[in-house]
T-cell receptor, first 117, second 114 residues
Framework: AQSVTQLGSHVSVSEGALVLLRCNYS??????LFWYVQYPNQGLQLLLK??????LVKGINGFEAEFKKSETSFHLTKPSAHMSDAAEYFC???????????????FGKGTLLTVNP | ETGVTQTPRHLVMGMTNKKSLKCEQH?????MYWYKQSAKKPLELMFV???????ENNSVPSRFSPECPNSSHLFLHLHTLQPEDSALYLC?????????????FGNGTRLTVT
């Protein structure tokens, strides 16, 4: 079984400030990791993903995330927040089900980001 | 038209009604999914279809009945729902039902059961 924990259901930053959204997971094997963003009245949109290779991955809209195996973390960052970044962000982890051959995708509960002018 | 399209965007139904949600993907993907999104809860996977065959049913009540007539279309048939079934229902597709294939979501159907 795996779990995904997003610390902070609500994060508020000023425009131009650093954005840091935290994601920790529990998994017995190296997983695939994703961040999705959901704007009001829309579905989820992929921001970035980690599958293999370089642990620092860059996504759309200036976001990036770093996979840290030792810390079981995949935190999302952006150097300078923009008003248009206001949305809900979801971390998701995909790994093999215990004893099986199917992958299971687990989402965190989401973090609502507000950007103040 | 591209992406994943869901209709209707909003639906209000009584507990005795029968209605259907529709999803269509124009991405050439082989896997399609239904998710339920409720406030303050993680996304809940309901059903997975891979190559038009149902491969996962996460203990969803029988009042929800999926149908996948081809790899581009997915339906969710609803009957005798309960008020707690009110939620945003999201359809998604992926290249294949594999761990590293990202999901592409539609904009959802906001369902209210009265």
């Amino acid at each position: 079984a795996q779990s995904v924990t997003q610390l902070g259901s609500h994060v508020s930053v000023s425009e131009g400030a650093l954005v840091l959204l935290r994601c920790n997971y529990s998994s017995s094997v190296p997983p695939y990791l994703f961040w999705y963003v959901q704007y009001p009245n829309q579905g989820l949109q992929l921001l970035l993903k980690y599958t293999t290779g370089a642990t620092l991955v860059k996504g759309i809209n200036g976001f990036e995330a770093e996979f840290k195996k030792s810390e079981t973390s995949f935190h999302l960052t952006k150097p300078s927040a923009h008003m248009s970044d206001a949305a809900e962000y979801f971390c998701a982890v995909s790994d093999l089900e215990s004893g099986g051959s199917n992958y299971k995708l687990t989402f965190g509960k989401g973090t609502l980001l507000t950007v103040n002018p | 038209e591209t992406g994943v399209t869901q209709t209707p965007r909003h639906l209000v139904m009584g507990m005795t009604n029968k209605k259907s949600l529709k999803c269509e993907q124009h991405l050439g993907h082989n896997a399609m999914y239904w998710y339920k999104q409720s406030a303050k809860k993680p996304l809940e996977l309901m059903f997975v279809y891979s190559l038009e065959e149902r491969v996962e049913n996460n203990s969803v009540p029988s009042r929800f009945s999926p149908e996948c007539p081809n790899s581009s279309h997915l339906f969710l048939h609803l009957h005798t729902l309960q008020p707690e079934d009110s939620a945003l229902y999201l359809c998604a597709s992926s290249q294949e039902n594999a761990g590293n294939s990202p999901l592409h979501f539609g904009n959802g159907t906001r369902l209210t059961v009265t």
